[in-house]
């Protein structure tokens, strides 16, 4: 069974940083890109950056590029996004995504993690 | 960045009926078009891929449809369990964006 599992979320002061984290198993992960994709309260989803499997393409929503990074751990089959210079309009539920098999380009994600909620606030 | 609409924003349905959801992208996409269910506090869930591949496990009453610029999710009979918000996505290029979502909502 695929499993995705955030952690890492929390409260934040406006300009502090955080590190996320999504652990994966039931799948052979370093197959696979990645993404985080993130839902602010009452929002919609938003993609927030994409990861190939062998960390050779690395994509960004303008809206934190310059401020997260995302990186990748196959031999721990971890998934990370190292969030900096936060804002309030940071505040959302993290998730991490699977993409495809072999990608380097965005594609559809095929499962989803439960999620992780970040608060910057003062 | 290309612009993803969904219409209607939200709609209230009966069990048993068929429900319609369309998503217009601000430029053609090819068939890059793709469907998540999402219930509060749950993971969202891939419903349709590639405009109208039905991914493993989905029950046949979901289906999609389209290409260019113009999509379609369609629920063929609604279920309880169906009520949720939809969110179609395309992955033609980056950004991958989502539209804004369709509530559907017990009548």
């Known amino acids: 069974e695929v499993q995705l599992v955030e952690s890492g979320g929390g409260l934040v002061k406006p300009g502090g940083s955080l590190r996320l984290s999504c652990v994966a198993s039931?799948?052979?992960?370093?197959?696979?890109?990645m993404n985080w994709v993130r839902q602010a309260p009452g929002k919609g989803l938003e993609w927030v950056s994409s990861?190939?499997?062998?960390?050779?393409?690395?994509y960004y929503a303008d809206s934190v590029k310059g401020r997260f990074s995302i990186s990748r751990d196959n031999a721990q089959n971890s998934l990370y996004l190292q969030m900096n210079s936060l804002r309030a309009e940071d505040t959302a539920v993290y998730y991490c995504a699977r993409g495809s098999v072999g990608a380097t380009t965005v594609t559809h994600v095929d499962y989803w993690g439960q999620g992780t909620l970040v608060t910057v606030s003062s | 960045d290309i612009q993803m609409t969904q219409s209607p924003s939200s709609l209230s349905a009966s069990v048993g009926d068929r429900v319609t959801i369309t998503c217009r992208a601000s430029?053609?996409?090819?068939?890059?078009l793709n469907w998540y269910q999402h219930k509060p506090g749950r993971a969202p869930k891939l419903l349709i891929y590639?405009?109208?591949s039905l991914q493993s496990g989905v029950p046949s009453r979901f289906s999609g449809g389209g290409s260019g610029t113009d999509f379609t999710l369609t629920i063929s009979s609604l279920q309880p369990e169906d009520f949720a918000t939809y969110y179609c996505q395309h992955s033609y290029s980056t950004p991958p964006t989502f539209g804004q979502g369709t509530k559907v909502e017990i009548k």
């Open positions: 590639a405009s109208s």
């Open positions: 990861i190939s499997r062998r960390n050779s393409h690395i």
């Open positions: 039931g799948f052979t992960f370093s197959s696979h890109s």
């Open positions: 430029q053609s996409i090819n068939r890059y």
